[in-house]
């Protein structure tokens, strides 16, 4: 069995930080990359920033600058630190891993977390 589970999101004002959390757990034997995504009301499910295991970072032209994604390895636990927030990042925010179980040989499979809410108003 593995999950990840999101957490930190909340209520912010413009201009305003915060720092979403996900970590991974149960049977796991090597988490490979791991990716943020946001749903917007209305809107589809979009990719905000991606990470590998080494630490190499990509970021959606919306977010570059502003987000910063880190991963603790030791942990499987991977952050997205929102800085500069804009009323437009509003949205559920996702956490996407690909994870290799215990048992399941060397290959990996795509898990998704629960989403955690984030609001930027005034």
């Known amino acids: 069995q593995v999950q990840l589970v999101e957490s930190g999101g909340g209520l912010v004002q413009p201009g305003g930080s915060l720092r979403v959390s996900c970590a991974a757990s149960g049977s796991i034997f090597h988490v490979n990359n791991m990716a943020w995504y946001r749903q917007a009301p209305g809107k589809q499910r979009e990719l905000v920033t991606t990470?590998?295991?080494?630490?190499?970072?990509n970021y959606a032209d919306s977010v570059k600058g502003r987000f910063t994604i880190s991963r603790d390895n030791t942990k499987n636990v991977v952050y997205l630190q929102m800085n500069s927030l804009k009323p437009e990042d509003t949205a559920v925010y996702y956490c996407?891993?690909?994870?290799?179980?215990?048992?399941?040989?060397?290959?990996?499979?795509?898990?998704w977390g629960q989403g955690t809410h984030v609001t930027v108003s005034s």
């Open positions: 990470i590998t295991h080494e630490g190499g970072t």
């Open positions: 996407n891993a690909q994870i290799v179980s215990r048992g399941e040989g060397l290959r990996s499979r795509d898990y």
